[in-house]
């Protein structure tokens, strides 16, 4: 699975960093700062991780999955979503 999107610039690795909130972080930044999105930043952020995750899907070690989907919860956080 490729790390690179028309809409975003991703930081270099950013899905396979262990921390879920500097994976969050990362995907927020590059989603706040894109000017090619054509969605809002957190609709854009949170596509990017769930892409990357179906992608990636029976691949995925149980531990790498886990990170991403708490990545997902850190995202709301950051975004301050429900």
């Known amino acids: 699975m490729t790390e690179r999107s028309n809409a975003l610039d991703l930081e270099a690795n950013v899905f396979t960093l262990d921390d879920p909130a ?19 930043p957190f609709r854009s952020a949170m596509s990017m991780l769930v892409f990357y995750i179906n992608r990636a899907g029976r691949g995925l070690s149980e531990k ?3 990170v991403l989907e708490r990545a997902k919860d850190e995202l709301r956080r950051a975004f301050e979503r429900s």
Do not use: T, Y
């Open 22 to 40: 500097a994976i969050a972080r990362s995907l927020k930044r590059s989603a706040e700062a894109s000017d090619r999105r054509k969605a809002p």
């Open 64 to 66: 790498r999955r886990r």
